[in-house]
């Protein structure tokens, strides 16, 4: 019996890191279908932003209340990751509580500990819910996560609850089992949270009692494995990527905007002719029509989305009402990027399937509502950028589709002719300081 | 007052110390002229020798950037570059957060890089040096003022302080909106959405930025771009409260005091 467990623990292991080692690989393929950009120099102010943006949150304490819940869930959920290494080795090796007799009183301490960060973590997450289902705040409740990504954010939330719940009745019925002198259950000392309930499940019979402790701990190693391989599915992964995100933060400032070197070489030869080499070819694309035309960091950033909305909420041109939410940006390029990836799952190589980012995810409407104000980019407690990717099809849809509305043409001509954005004469561009005199 | 082109200065042989970057907003606009003149008089009164390229600038290529026509910016920064470096230009200041931007961040990669201060930090620099002397009880004295945050000042390059340090010198009671320095809301014009009608909503941006401006009670709202200037002069028309609140530039509230 006890040999069967252990293999079919093992077997649900493996398959469960095969799995997510897989998924992890194709969405790495995925991001690098991106353009090379180069984001490892100033590598000490990287350090830093992992330091304080991933690791620290810095972000998140705009609103510190909700920083500190976040706080919670995160630290809980990295601490007690701990235990996990015990329940897995616990699993393979048949053994029960493996690092109890080693570490004797140390361990009490520590399954205290984590049994206090599981209760602020259920707790938290009993919020969160409510802060999106009851209280229904503004940026969970926008058109942008209609359907699945209202049910992800539950989904995310309600397996905490229940992952978090299990552990603490696993502790619970370890405990009454010890106190009962089960076989196997050695004694560990009170729990603090769990202990609460111990004594109401002490009266329970011996073999109930095991069956419940050993029902809680393959539901929580499972329910463990199971979202392990839900994160990659899910806007949660940005548990993951919010570090590699902020380590490859673009460190220019935020007002700058990525210089276009082809064009900028086209510009000169045409300026200077004697210095465009002969063999210089023009090039072949402006800007971004589909995800493979965006910067990897870009398609990084799609992956990275949590779908928080603080972006949209400050947004201007979202808070007017307009179409553009920064958000839904972020949200269309990892749709199409996944689409993308199935595509190539299915053919080997990427198979043209008629559609692309720009028109078919994002329209021009929403485009055209961007006023860089980089509100959304300060916004962003994972460094994700969603005005590069607006910058990158706004560069396609003038200069591949020359799809400008007319006052812009007008712009752009004054500018040409009149070197202004407005038709006056470049003659007259010192007449306030003739006035002046 | 005469105020001096590079192209003057070289042919007497006088170099400047600084060039004031007028744009095309400064040089056109009828209101933001009165922004130009005000900071040319301080400028004056200040002692600074300064120049403007006159008949020589060209727009930046900020709004032919940001609506994504590359090769137009392109070609304009190659333009100015050359004249400025033709000049030997080293240091530049401009009333305007969007050339700043363009000028600081942009044109380095391009072969044109300059010390570039914005007139708002440079008044503050003045102010602390003790050589803009503003009147004792000034005409702002007491007033309630707010300032609104360009974005391209503000969270593009990281410049909150500079403007309200000036307004603090001028005695004024200085109130925030809620959305205020980082956080600070859009006056809609970025983005070369200056230039076009704006996308169909429930309301304008600069309208929503206005209304926020005005609850704080204020009298005058400051503004340190030309751009954001006509986005709430025209909130504050449609609001009708053009009697009770004024939109100012940072250069107009210190040479109304001087």
């Known amino acids: ?179 009962n002198n089960a076989e196997h259950y050695h004694n560990t000392g009170d729990f603090m949270i769990s202990g609460l309930f111990t004594g109401y499940l002490q009266s329970l019979p011996v ?112 808070t007017t009402g307009k179409l553009l939410s920064p958000r839904k940006i972020m949200m ?6 996944e689409e993308v990836g199935r595509n190539i799952n299915a053919n080997g190589t990427f198979v043209d399937d008629g559609k692309k980012l720009l028109n078919d995810y994002i329209t021009v409407e929403e485009l ?11 916004e962003c407690p994972v460094s994700i950028s969603p005005l590069s990717i607006i910058l990158e099809l706004r560069r396609s849809l003038i200069m591949e589709d020359s799809n400008a509305p007319g006052e812009w043409n007008a712009m752009f001509s004054n500018i040409e002719n009149n070197f202004a954005p407005w038709k006056f004469s470049p003659d007259e561009r010192d007449k306030w300081a003739e006035e002046m005199s | 007052m005469k105020i001096p082109s590079m192209a003057e200065l070289m042919a007497s042989g006088e170099s400047p110390e600084i060039l004031f970057w007028v744009g095309c907003a400064g040089s056109f606009d009828q209101r933001a ?16 020798k300064f120049a403007i390229l006159g008949k020589e600038e060209m727009c930046t290529g900020d709004p032919a950037r940001r609506s994504g026509n590359e090769f137009l910016f392109q070609m304009m920064a190659y333009n100015n570059i050359q004249v400025l470096n033709g000049y030997g230009i080293k240091k530049i200041v401009t009333t305007c957060p969007h050339c700043y931007n363009t000028l600081k961040n942009e044109y380095p990669p391009l072969g044109g890089t300059y010390d570039v201060i914005h007139h708002t930090t440079l008044l503050q620099q003045l102010i602390d040096e003790g050589k803009i002397k503003l009147k ?19 969270r593009a390059n990281g410049i909150y302080e500079a403007p309200r340090k000036v307004l603090e010198a001028l005695d004024a009671e200085l109130v925030e909106m809620k959305r205020c320095r980082s956080n600070g809301l859009c006056c809609g014009a970025g983005g070369a959405q200056m230039f076009k009608e704006e996308e169909k909503g429930e309301t304008r941006v600069n309208w929503e930025r206005t209304n926020e401006a005005i609850a704080t009670g204020a009298n005058v709202i ?25 939109v100012l530039d940072i250069a107009e509230l210190i040479a109304g005091s001087m």
């Open chain 1, 1 to 179: 019996m006890q040999l069967l467990q252990q293999i079919l623990f093992t077997v649900c292991l493996g398959s469960a890191s095969w799995f997510f080692s897989k998924k992890v690989r194709e969405i790495r393929r995925n991001i690098l279908l991106g353009t090379d950009e180069d984001l490892t120099d100033r590598p000490a102010e990287r350090w830093r932003n992992l330091l304080l943006l991933a690791f620290g949150q810095k972000k998140m304490f705009k609103n510190p209340l909700v920083a500190l819940l976040h706080l919670f869930i995160y630290v809980g959920f990295v601490i007690i990751n701990l235990e996990v290494l015990e329940i897995v080795l616990d699993g393979l090796l048949g053994t029960h509580r493996l690092f109890l007799e080693p570490l004797g009183a140390f361990y009490t301490f520590l399954i205290n500990s984590f049994e206090v960060l599981a209760a602020t973590v259920l707790i938290a997450c009993v919020i969160f819910l409510s802060r999106r289902n009851v209280l229904k705040l503004k940026r969970f409740i926008s058109n942008d996560l209609k359907g699945w990504p209202r049910t992800d954010a539950n989904n995310i939330l309600i397996t905490e609850i229940v992952l978090m719940s299990l552990f603490l009745l696993m502790n619970a019925t370890d405990r009454a089992l010890q106190l």
């Open chain 1, 368 to 378: 055209r509502a961007c006023t860089t104000c980089n509100a959304c980019v300060e």
């Open chain 1, 207 to 318: 073999n109930t009692l095991v069956m419940i402790e050993r029902t809680a701990w393959w539901l929580h190693i499972l329910g463990i494995l199971a979202f392990l391989n839900y994160l990659p599915w899910s806007k949660h992964l940005h548990i993951l990527l919010a570090f590699p995100n902020a380590w490859y933060a673009r460190l220019t400032s935020t007002g700058e905007m990525k210089n276009m070197e082809s064009v900028q070489n086209e510009v000169k030869y045409m300026m200077q002719p004697e210095l465009a080499p002969a063999d210089a070819t023009p090039p072949s694309k402006f800007g971004a029509k589909d995800v493979m035309d965006l910067s990897w960091k870009s398609l990084l950033d799609a992956y990275s989305c949590t779908e928080c909305g603080r972006c949209s909420a400050a947004c201007p041109a979202n």
């Open chain 1, 332 to 337: 269309s390029t990892r749709d199409r990027l």
């Open chain 2, 33 to 48: 002229q009165k922004i130009t003149k005000a900071f040319a008089t301080i400028l004056d009164k200040v002692g600074i």
């Open chain 2, 136 to 154: 004792e009880g000034g005409s702002f004295k007491g007033q309630k003022i707010t300032y609104h945050d360009s974005c391209y000042l503000g």
């Open chain 2, 222 to 246: 400051a503004a340190a771009c030309p751009f954001c200037n006509t986005m709430m002069t025209d909130g504050v028309k449609v609001a009708e409260k053009e009697d009770a609140v004024k």
